[in-house]
């Protein structure tokens, strides 16, 4: 039984990228629904029994920022030439957009972010990223767009789970889903906090939303990844339309409970 994220096999079949997470795709609730209510573990399981395995939710990290930055991101052309740790589909799109992808190890990433090696780098939330350091030399901090539901995997070998009796089997998908939810509330908790502390220690850090002008030429250029792929791998097109149609279903839902819900808090506290 191993533990990993599912997009880390994306050299060996692309469509694996949709059980971890991919850019403007999912929330984590969005996500972890279409996984156990819809079509998602159908989806998961045929893509991974090619590999003789079965892939299980092992935990998700929520929405992950979109990175820090030496420099504020003002135009499309701010990204021309800057050099970012950015991995995965949200390396390609923004290769398309003129940045200088690079992948370089984690125990290298705060020297190289702080002798200029790199302008920018993404890791994922203030829980894990204020143990790294880099808001000690980044001021620039933005919000997420490229993995909104960062979902872990357990990985089991299918000949062996199918020995267990129907009660072991229920008994081990219990276990993991509990750690998938568990892990969830974790992260939110160590984000939390740990924001707190960078916010005390270096008040000068800003929190920034990419200007609209950036944002569109990211969905552009994703949506232009997203369909090259789809053309050529009947199955990543199947994950990606299933996703997409889930989307357009709990999207509505997403916006009428937590995001109206967090703007009429908002309302009340400027009062």
Not at 19 to 42: C, H, I, N, R
Not at 103 to 117: C, F, K, M, Q, V
Not at 142 to 160: C, R, T, V
Not at 161 to 186: G, R
Request: glycine fraction near 8%.
């Amino acid at each position: 039984m191993g533990h990993t994220a599912s997009y880390y096999w994306k050299g060996k079949d692309i469509t694996t990228v949709f059980f971890t997470s991919v850019p403007f795709g999912m929330t984590s609730d969005e996500q972890m629904a279409w996984l156990y209510y819809d079509e998602g573990m159908k989806l998961q399981e045929k893509v991974y029994s090619k590999f003789n395995v079965y892939s299980f939710p092992g935990g998700n990290t929520g929405v992950q920022m979109g990175g820090w930055f030496r420099k504020e991101i003002k135009t499309v052309d701010d990204l021309k030439g800057l050099k970012m740790r950015i991995p995965g589909l949200a390396g390609e799109v923004f290769a398309k957009l003129g940045v200088n992808v690079t992948n370089i190890a984690p125990g290298e990433l705060y020297t190289s972010l702080d002798r200029g090696t790199i302008d920018a780098l993404e890791w994922v939330g203030p829980g894990m990223d204020i143990k790294m350091g880099f808001h000690k030399i980044a001021p620039y901090y933005y919000a997420g767009w490229h993995e909104p539901a960062s979902d872990m995997q357990f990985l089991i070998n299918k000949a062996e789970f199918d020995k267990l009796s129907p009660q072991y089997k229920a008994v081990l998908k219990a276990a993991m889903q509990t750690v998938s939810a568990d892990m969830l509330a974790d992260n939110f908790d160590a984000s939390a906090k740990a924001w707190e502390q960078m916010k005390a220690e270096f008040p000068n850090i800003k929190v920034m939303i990419f200007p609209e002008e950036v944002l569109k030429a990211m969905k552009k250029a994703n949506d232009e990844v997203m369909a090259g792929y789809a053309a050529q791998n009947p199955e990543f097109k199947e994950v990606y339309d299933s996703q997409q149609a889930y989307i357009k279903k709990a999207r509505e839902w997403s916006k009428m409970s937590t995001q109206y819900y967090l703007q009429t808090t908002e309302m009340v506290e400027q009062k």
